[in-house]
């Protein structure tokens, strides 16, 4: 075991920070769990340090079978903790690995413990080449493992030659900062700070932190609440009487508060509210739509009087007398955080001067191309002011989002009047003073793809600062509110010193997104008194009664141990139910009568209860007990015994099930007598059996309840045959067959009754189900389901599936019944019927993701599934959406194709152009080209072409032209084609052909080098100097003179550039056969100044990327 103190950590965090169950993997994996031989354990130290590192190197690793693997334990901060790994991958073609609480199976409901930690997968090659991803977590009950879902590309740490993985093994190392946190289980928020949190549906965190922000700007809410609605309104359908009812419940509940409601009325469904957004986006989107709402109310205009600003763009010639102006309006402003210390340094960077000359020149309308002035200068602010920190940015040279975690500061008091007004027009109104004081800081902890909001508040305004984090509401001080959410480094304390003692430094990756001041000369408008006085009539009685029901329910389940819920079924609800909502068993007891009772309340007086609600006399009424089978059916099984009613109600149910304190179920036997009239059951002897009949006619294809019957053990069926055909309505000697319903799941069970044998011979007894019908004539057999058997397989199997286009996921098109035994043939034909498409084959079926309510990645294959049941199945859950189609070649066809995406670069024009080539999978890479040079434009008719594999900017193979296609992967990597220069078909013994890349220094990650652009080859003479090479890499690029001048040139091995001088020779520098020649190549250092082009087949957009829709 290796224990110490980790160095200061530098890898920018921009992966999904996940539990490794979330839905990237489809749903929970059973996966066996081995653990290593050769982890090297940690052991608790006498005096265990809050923070440390432990170290695991895992033997053997390329041969490893495990779906995931675990460390041995190690103790940080007097926790057990341990690194869980993927070496193939969660699902994705990347290394997972997470931090995992070793004993979080054994530790009491409700723990919590919070860590700031770091994964690395060490290069033993070179140690800077370390890929290290750190972040913080409050791990708990339901997320009791955090960290990185892809955290490096397994084609990278597979390759012997980049260093992480040596003698077949690999190193991984694991910093850990325990900090100990506030339980806050038991904080009841609206008793410690006067103020109620929202609960989160999922990921609406980053809603919750705006809402409470806006509730808490009163002039805003009393406009909301003057906005006029109706008591015929639903708040799922109307946007402002959702938030009225969302703001009353945050100004007077007690407790938490949901917002269900709110999102319903923004049409959003479950999955939406698992999806995070931008607050940013969020609160532009909402503001636009109640904006509109307002139009022609008493409040229209408040969202324009409370957030809107005006600036003003200009261009001003400095030769001559020409300036042109543009005013415009905003509601936020966002504000640079990259190379800014603080809000005024990024509001300078706002109003900075941009001077267009030379190439760049302006052109004024009547004096032609001039040298100009252009900038932005502020007409006014408004009385609330948003600012939006640009934490996140698209980074260009990585060609990925980041997020900034730089320090930022921003003060209590913002004076946007200082140095003579510098911010302001010569247009503004000097006369307004526009100083602000801080009222919200809106915090985004976590990474690019992931992370968690909350937000820190001064409602008045007074030195006492909230925070509000979904459901908690807790007093903070000033400094966790400003100073602490700054961003930056944080250096933690080492508390063993028994080590060395470098600072243990961490990425603060909670840090400020948006901040909202006001205006000290608006403050006593804005931070004004709202009273029931602001609150429709209709809505404060509203929301009084769905508190008094809610209270109600609360004291109905504080108190539900003293009563007993008994459903009573009669024969009513069985006429009721059965062949509509019931065809197997006889009843849905939930639909039946349900009584709340007394524990303590005597049988008989319920008997009572039930005389006054149904009209049923007491001595009328006989109840029997429904047991539950072996076979899981479900059926009344005794009646009971006059000493059982006199007994409680809880004791009966006791008799009567033990497993479920709560419901009493009972069937309720009442006899009729003639005219209908209730009469007193007959004597039930040991010899008695009930039965329950039911009538199935196959023509209608319907099944009705007949009624019960008592019949005797002895007896047989022929007996009742009379009594059966008046219950049915049927002649009186009408021939009639009998089944037994023996039993439904897993399959059904159904067994024709001989008529001749005794009901005790058939194995008849109390509660079992006959069903009759006709006898089956010549008609009859024609019939669909000609007999009841048959009839209830129909009904076992039968399943409706909502098909969709798969271009439009979220949109039923169309339903159809089918049968769960429907063969893959089967269904795509109704498909293809319903569309009005001859070929069926060229439907192509993609199943259901039951969590993420989407597609699956993968479509079925053809024939690829037995029966529709298996399409719908996902994991333990079944669906009833299936997604469609249609190809433009039969599908088996389709499936003997390799479908490639090939990007082809123009050897003269600076273009790149996607083509998809598909071809059979046998073919080689030879026929691909010749497939595509009928598709591009080519500089001359006999020019070759070549297939590269390119990935992050590297070249990294040339295709052999006889290479199967088939395990070509287009995914991941790019395919690229081009022309073969006629240079290089005519080397010489001594020239060489090299690798050229673009590539800068990264100042963020510690002068990394980063490649970005197109990769190429050149040919290299013997004797050639770097002076002759730029020549023709100039030529070669198109660059001008003076762009090129700026551009350095250097020999790269393995990410460390040596500097060439003009003198060198360059073909010296290179190796010949080199394996890995990637990882040798002729650098080209200059900034990526050309818009970025993307030649990925597959770019996913992460999941907060998707833009906030409000549908209504």
Not at 618 to 623: D, G, L
Not at 678 to 685: E, W
Not at 766 to 787: L, M, N, T, W
Not at 815 to 832: F, G, Q, W
Request: net charge negative; glycine share 4%; aromatic share 12%.
């Amino acid at each position: 075991m290796t224990l110490m103190t980790p160095p200061p950590l530098e890898q920018e965090d921009d992966e999904m920070l996940v539990p490794h169950t979330d839905f990237v993997a489809e749903g929970p994996q059973p996966m066996e769990v081995v653990p290593t031989e050769n982890a090297i354990t940690a052991v608790a130290q006498p005096d265990d340090p809050q923070s440390a590192r432990f170290t695991w190197k895992i033997d053997n690793f390329s041969r490893l079978n495990n779906k995931k693997l675990y460390s041995d334990t190690f103790y940080v901060g007097g926790y057990k903790w341990r690194v869980l790994t993927f070496p193939k991958g969660n699902n994705v073609d990347h290394l997972s690995m997470y931090l995992d609480v070793a004993d979080s199976t054994t530790l009491p409901y409700g723990w919590s413990r919070y860590a700031q930690f770091s994964l690395a997968v060490v290069n033993q090659a070179h140690a800077k080449f370390t890929i290290r991803k750190d972040t913080q977590h409050q791990f708990n009950g339901r997320e009791s493992d955090w960290g990185f879902t892809s955290f490096m590309p397994l084609s990278e740490l597979y390759d012997p030659a980049r260093g992480y993985l040596v003698n077949d093994t690999v190193v991984v190392e694991a910093d850990v900062a325990v900090k100990r946190v506030v339980d806050y289980f038991s904080h009841d928020s609206k008793k410690e700070t006067g103020y109620v949190g929202l609960k989160n549906q999922g990921a609406t965190c980053y809603m919750n932190s705006l809402l409470q922000t806006l509730y808490h700007i009163p002039y805003f809410r009393k406009a909301v609440y003057h906005m006029p609605t109706t008591e015929n309104d639903m708040p799922s359908g109307s946007i402002p009487l959702a938030l009225q009812s969302l703001f009353y419940k945050l100004q007077y509940s007690d407790t938490s508060v949901a917002t269900k409601e709110l999102t319903k009325s923004f049409g959003w469904d479950t999955y939406d509210s698992f999806m995070q957004h931008d607050v940013q986006e969020l609160n532009r989107v909402l503001c636009e739509k109640l904006e509109d709402k307002m139009k022609g109310t008493v409040v229209e205009g408040t969202i324009q009087q409370l957030f809107e600003g005006h600036h003003m763009n200009y261009i001003e010639c400095i030769n001559v007398d020409y300036k042109s102006t543009r005013k415009e309006s905003f509601y936020d402003l966002q504000l640079d955080v990259k190379g800014c210390k603080d809000v005024y340094a990024s509001f300078d960077k706002y109003v900075e001067v941009e001077r267009l000359e030379g190439d760049n020149k302006y052109h004024a309308e009547q004096y032609g191309l001039q040298d100009a002035k252009k900038g932005v200068l502020f007409i006014d602010f408004p009385p609330v002011l948003q600012l939006q920190l640009k934490r996140f940015e698209y980074d260009f040279m990585r060609d990925t989002m980041v997020k900034i975690n730089d320090r930022y500061e921003f003060p209590l008091q913002l004076d946007l009047d200082r140095d003579n007004g510098k911010y302001l027009s010569p247009e503004a109104d000097r006369s307004v003073r526009n100083l602000y004081t801080l009222h919200s800081v809106l915090v985004h902890s976590g990474g690019v793809h992931g992370g968690h909001y909350y937000a820190y508040i001064r409602p008045i305004l007074s030195d006492q600062w909230f925070k509000f984090d979904d459901e908690r509401v807790t007093k903070e001080e000033t400094k966790k509110a400003l100073e602490e959410q700054f961003g930056g480094e944080e250096e933690l304390p080492q508390t063993n010193p028994g080590f060395n003692n470098s600072p243990f430094k961490f990425t603060k990756y909670s840090n400020a997104y948006m901040l909202v001041y006001i205006r000290d000369t608006d403050k006593d408008k804005i931070i004004c008194n709202v009273d029931e006085k602001d609150i429709a009539e209709h809505l404060r009685i509203r929301l009084k009664k769905e508190q008094e029901e809610k209270e109600q329910k609360r004291k109905e389940k504080s108190e539900a141990h003293l009563y007993t819920i008994i459903k009573v079924a009669r024969n009513e609800d069985l006429l009721e139910q059965i062949g509509k909502d019931v065809y197997f068993d006889l009843v849905d007891h939930d639909k039946a009568r349900h009584f709340r009772i007394q524990k303590q309340m005597p049988f008989n007086m319920f008997k009572e209860e039930v005389a006054k609600e149904f009209g049923i006399p007491v001595q009328f009424q006989r109840y029997w007990l429904w047991a539950k089978r072996q076979n899981h059916t479900y059926r009344p099984n005794r009646p009971l015994t006059p000493q059982e009613e006199t007994q409680s109600v809880g004791q009966v149910r006791e008799v009567s099930n033990k497993a479920n304190n709560a419901e009493l179920k009972l069937f309720l036997e009442v006899e009729l007598g003639q005219g209908l009239q209730s009469i007193a059951p007959p004597l039930k002897t040991k010899d008695d059996i009930l039965l329950f009949f039911k009538i199935y006619d196959p023509f209608k294809e319907e099944l009705r309840y007949a009624g019960h019957l008592f019949v005797t053990a002895s007896g047989k069926p022929v007996d009742i045959l009379a009594k059966l055909n008046e219950l049915a309505g049927f002649t009186p000697d009408e021939e009639i067959e009998l089944f037994e319903e023996i039993k439904f799941e897993p399959n059904v069970m159904c067994e024709h009754i001989d008529k001749k044998l005794t009901f005790r011979s058939s194995q008849l007894e109390d509660g079992d189900i006959i069903c009759f019908q006709k006898s089956r004539a010549e008609s009859i057999v024609q019939c669909r389901y000609p007999d009841f058997p048959s009839f209830l397989e129909y009904v076992h199997n039968r399943q409706v599936v909502r098909f969709r286009s798969l271009e439009k996921p979220k949109e039923d098109e169309f339903s159809l019944e089918m049968s769960k035994l429907h063969t893959y043939d089967d269904v795509a034909e109704r498909v293809a019927r319903h569309l009005g498409l001859d070929d069926p084959s060229k439907i192509r079926l993609t199943p259901h993701n039951c969590y993420s309510q989407q597609p699956k990645p993968q479509p079925i294959k053809y024939r690829g599934v037995e029966h529709l049941a298996d399409m719908l199945v996902h994991y333990n859950q079944t669906s009833d959406i299936l997604y469609y189609e249609v190809l433009d070649i039969p599908l088996p066809e389709l499936q003997g194709l390799k479908t490639l995406k090939v990007a082809f670069l123009h050897a003269t024009k600076d273009e790149v152009a996607i083509h998809t080539i598909r071809l059979p999978k046998q073919s080689t890479v030879e026929d691909v080209i010749n497939d595509l040079k009928t598709k591009v434009e080519l500089s001359h008719p006999n020019a070759e072409l070549r297939l590269l594999e390119v990935f992050y900017h590297k070249i990294y193979k040339i295709f052999p032209l006889n290479e199967k296609i088939e395990n070509i992967n287009d995914q991941y990597w790019t395919l690229r084609a081009e022309e073969i220069p006629e240079e290089e078909k005519n080397l010489g013994p001594h020239d060489r052909l090299i690798h050229v890349y673009h590539f800068f220094k990264d100042t963020t990650q510690n002068q990394v080098v980063q490649n970005f652009g197109d990769p190429f080859f050149l040919v290299v003479h013997e004797g050639e100097t770097l002076t002759e090479v730029k020549i023709r890499i100039q030529k070669k690029l198109q660059v001008l003179d003076e762009e090129f001048s700026k551009w350095k040139f250097a020999f790269l091995s393995l990410g460390r550039p040596e500097y060439l001088q003009d003198s060198d020779i360059v073909s010296s520098r290179f190796q010949r056969n080199v394996y890995g020649a990637w990882e040798q190549y002729l650098g080209l250092e200059h900034p990526d100044s050309a818009p970025k082009r993307s030649y990925a087949a597959n770019q996913n957009r992460h999941a907060f990327e998707k833009p906030v829709r409000i549908y209504n």
